[in-house]
């Protein structure tokens, strides 16, 4: 039972590249999360889908998009990134939009150059 | 707006000592708070949590109070080791859907 999976754990990027983050639970969790970790910061919720064919916005949406590719699987795109992208994103899953615990993935580093 | 403020962001005490942490949130319909703790380079992991039909919680060391009228709720350690040093996060659902909102995070540490 691997829990929350996401890939890559790191990734350099030059300005204006595009990249896809992948995450994957095997859990039966219907809703699933992405987050960004800044210094200082706290966690942000970038997108979320509380269930399999929805996906909403968070707090910080803008210059990304995501994917509910199945029940399992919840991808985040940059589709152009920026400097001010350079973060670390977690993927996280719970059974129904946060009526208990959150499990996080192990986080991806990302730096924007 | 829908805001988690949480305070202090950094706390040292002493190993046997208690330790306080104090979160405030804006959105009155909120019902389900939880604490994270996340160790230097690992993922966030729920360490306790508390809804709001309920005003104080405990597990062992650690306690969860929560007052509605006041929206504010605070995490409690007691006899702290240095294995507890670590950073915590509040957070409280709010919002259409429900999302949980987290707190900017308190760096503990607990010198021995």
């Known amino acids: 039972n691997a829990g929350v999976t996401q890939t890559p754990k790191f990734q350099v990027l030059k300005t204006g590249q595009s990249m896809t983050l992948q995450c994957a639970q095997d859990?039966?969790?219907?809703?699933m999360y992405w987050y960004r970790q800044d210094p200082g910061m706290g966690l942000r919720l970038i997108y979320y889908?509380?269930?399999?064919?929805?996906?909403d916005k968070g707090e910080v949406p803008n210059g990304y998009n995501v994917s509910r590719l199945n029940k399992r699987e919840f991808s985040l795109r940059l589709e152009s990134a920026a400097p001010s992208q350079t973060s670390v994103y977690f993927c996280?899953?719970?059974?129904?939009?946060?009526?208990?615990?959150?499990?996080f993935g192990e986080g991806s580093r990302l730096t924007v150059l | 707006g829908e805001n988690v403020e949480q305070h202090p962001s950094t706390l040292s005490v002493q190993e046997g000592d208690s330790a306080v942490i104090k979160c405030t949130y804006s959105?009155?319909?909120?019902?389900?708070f939880p604490w994270y703790k996340q160790e230097l380079g690992k993922r966030p992991q729920l360490i306790i949590d508390?809804?709001?039909?309920?005003g104080e919680k405990k597990d062992q060391r650690i306690a969860v109070t929560l007052n509605k009228t006041a929206k504010h709720f605070s995490l409690h350690i007691t006899e702290t080791q240095p294995e507890d040093s670590a950073v915590y996060f509040c957070a409280a659902s709010m919002g259409r859907g429900n999302k949980l909102v987290f707190g900017a995070g308190t760096i503990l540490r607990v010198k021995s």
């Open positions: 508390i809804r709001s039909n309920v």
């Open positions: 889908s509380a269930s399999e064919g929805t996906t």
């Open positions: 859990m039966n969790h219907n809703s």
């Open positions: 996280a899953s719970d059974i129904r939009a946060n009526t208990g615990e959150l499990f």
């Open positions: 959105d009155s319909a909120s019902n389900y």
